[in-house]
């Protein structure tokens, strides 16, 4: 007897109808989108340094791909002003607007049951908790042989 194969549901099935939904996915789902839109969806216009200040740990590269990445997605605009030195604003688009809404919550949600994630976190790490082998401290270093010389033939 045999098992029957896994269904899968609609909507995570890849199929041209659906692939652009997952590529959304994976913009949203990465490390840095999420929190681009959210500090965006907060201060409204910044200068990219200004953004890299208050995105903390992401390098100015990442910075630069996020924010290419999700111009192309219809989600930030970049607006260049002809000044010297060139002035670069990036701001949420409607697009980017509506997803913010959805940012919002999931923040929302991480700081209302944060107490409950470190409680399941401790509780996780100390079922799987392994034992610390012992490694015996060495008081005194085995004395260096020389090597032998090399005869020469």
Not at 61 to 71: A, Q
Not at 90 to 113: D, F, I, K, M
Not at 137 to 150: C, D, E, G, H, T
Request: proline share 7%; net charge positive; charged share 25%.
């Amino acid at each position: 007897m045999g098992k029957a194969p896994l269904k899968r549901l609609p909507e995570l099935e890849h199929t041209p109808a659906n692939c652009h939904a997952r590529e959304m996915l994976a913009r949203v789902g990465d490390k840095w989108s999420v929190y681009v839109i959210h500090v965006l969806g907060d201060a409204g216009t910044l200068r990219f340094n200004e953004l890299r200040s208050r995105v903390a740990g992401i390098s100015q590269r990442m910075l630069t791909v996020t924010l290419r990445g999700m111009e192309r997605d219809g989600l930030v605009t970049r607006t260049v002003y002809p000044e010297v030195p060139p002035r670069v604003e990036y701001a949420l688009t409607r697009l980017g607007r509506t997803l913010r809404q959805l940012v919002r919550g999931l923040v929302e949600w991480s700081g209302a049951h944060l107490t409950e994630v470190d409680a399941a976190r401790a509780a996780y790490d100390a079922r799987n908790r392994r034992p610390v082998k012992s490694v015996p401290i060495v008081r005194s270093a085995p004395p260096l042989r020389a090597r032998p010389a090399r005869v020469a033939v």
